[in-house]
């Protein structure tokens, strides 16, 4: 076990630039006027006479409440002296008054949008037409530190203890280094932790993700709902979606918009009091259940499903040493320094060389919980839905009837209905019958049709419509 002495602070000769790079821009203004100006005209946007602080978006000022509350920084700034009354004039007049393409002597006009660009610390990112957009994505503070010697080494050992399986781990390590080195990419396919026992530490790995990344970067969910639902627009501006107890109905809306998250590069989003927009999606998720994910689909590639069960759960015979090293877990992430080793790590670590990030390729790395989840070639929603269908031997049924039975007995939305029966080979109509005047949907199985009002078949099988339907109404 690799030694946790008090730690000697170093800095990485191999990444130099990594805790420099992103600290703040030194001012390079001799004089305290021109100090100020930089200071007022970098901290804020402005919109149809609003201003609005770029770390308090949501909060509108008036012009004269911002001159009121820039005069605490302004005296900060000024080494806890009051700043004279002419000086702050003229920080006024040029930053908020003047006409002046210069972002860091004018405050600059805001769209409105807040929009993440992962690995770039700049907190307004200018567009062509001179607006400016607020990024959502911040440096984590942890990297401006230098590195503790050993550092990463209670995270390494965990990992050891959590990822019993050295190819699960390092498929795992590998996704985890690859979307911190990407930070302006995505992968296509998420992590999801599983065990039946809790206090196997799933929750504690997401922690680490979520350290790493930037606690402001990253959205912790225990509603999965509110994700793919309404005003999700703050959520998936993160460079992180962890999402905790995903507890899934087979075949769900929910489930649907999730896998679409997880892979397209663009979504609508909506956010209170502002129209459905269009926002780029950066986000990588990772995800945590003490479910049996039985919801997914036969030949689902977009999740990488481990099952982290262990004898130091909360109720196992280890429980107590696996507590001792969460803790030291816990601890270390308190720690800038051993956070940045971890980091520094991380960023060293070699891919496999078949590591792909936009593609799962579940036959040669699924898991063995995988491979046993998608062994059948049909979810067990569907097949359950098969064996219903096949129970009176009935060549079709309406699409109500359909509707009533998924509704009520498999408890999935009736949306999932075309895609299961078509999966299943049954064949949709809209075939008029029972002496009305209009069209209604029906399903035909599998080598049969509807032709003239008659259900046709093999073996010369010809039935009327009424007569083959289970419960149509007359």
Not at 234 to 257: F, M, T
Not at 280 to 299: I, Q, S, V
């Amino acid at each position: 076990m690799t030694s946790l002495d008090p730690p000697t602070p170093t800095q990485d000769p191999l990444l130099p630039a990594l805790s420099t790079a992103l600290l703040p821009v030194p001012l390079t203004d001799s004089t305290l006027t021109d100090q100020l100006i930089r200071l007022l005209a970098t901290s804020y946007v402005r919109r149809e006479n609003r201003f609005y602080h770029v770390d308090r978006p949501a909060e509108a000022m008036s012009r004269d409440d911002l001159q009121r509350a820039f005069l605490t920084p302004a005296q900060r700034l000024n080494n806890g002296n009051p700043v004279s009354r002419a000086i702050i004039r003229q920080v006024f007049d040029t930053a908020i008054v003047q006409n002046n393409p210069d972002q860091f002597r004018s405050i600059p006009v805001w769209t409105g949008t807040i929009l993440p660009f992962p690995g770039n610390p700049a907190r307004r990112i200018q567009l062509e037409s001179g607006q400016f957009v607020l990024n959502a994505w911040k440096a984590p503070e942890y990297r401006s530190h230098f590195a503790t010697e050993r550092g990463e080494a209670p995270f390494r050992f965990f990992f050891h203890l959590l990822f019993k399986d050295e190819k699960e781990r390092s498929r795992v390590l590998d996704w985890l280094t690859w979307c911190l080195q990407n930070e302006g990419s995505k992968p296509n396919w998420a992590i999801l932790l599983y065990s039946r026992e809790k206090g196997t530490g799933k929750s504690t790995f997401a922690n680490i993700a979520a350290a790493l990344f930037g606690h402001d970067n990253t959205s912790i969910e225990n509603n999965i709902e509110k994700v793919a639902g309404k005003f999700n627009g703050p959520i998936l501006n993160r460079k992180l979606i962890v999402c905790e107890e995903v507890n899934l109905r087979p075949a769900s809306d929910i489930g649907n918009k999730l896998k679409t998250l997880i892979t397209e590069p663009f979504t609508t989003a909506e956010r209170k009091g502002r129209d459905v927009e269009k926002v780029p999606l950066h986000a990588c998720f990772l995800m945590t259940t003490n479910h049996l994910p039985l919801w997914l689909e036969a030949g689902e590639r977009r999740f990488y499903i481990l099952d982290v069960a262990h004898d130091g759960h909360a109720t196992g015979p280890r429980a107590q040493f696996f507590a001792q090293w969460v803790k030291q877990v816990n601890d270390a992430l308190q720690d800038p320094g051993m956070l940045a080793a971890l980091y520094h790590y991380l960023l060293r670590r070699q891919l496999a060389p078949d590591f792909d990030p936009k593609t799962l390729n579940t036959d040669v790395h699924g898991t063995p919980l995988m491979k046993q989840l998608l062994a059948h070639g049909i979810s067990a929603t569907t097949q359950q839905l098969k064996e219903y269908l096949g129970r009176e031997n009935r060549p079709a049924i309406t699409e109500q009837d359909l509707r009533t039975y998924v509704r009520d007995e498999l408890r999935i939305s009736p949306n999932a209905l075309r895609h299961m029966m078509t999966e299943l080979g049954w064949t949709r109509h809209e075939v008029k019958w029972g002496g009305k005047d209009y069209a209604r949907a029906l399903w035909t199985a599998p080598r049969f049709t509807v032709d003239r009002g008659n259900i046709l078949g093999p073996d010369q099988f010809k039935q009327a419509v009424c007569d083959a339907l289970w419960d149509a109404e007359p």
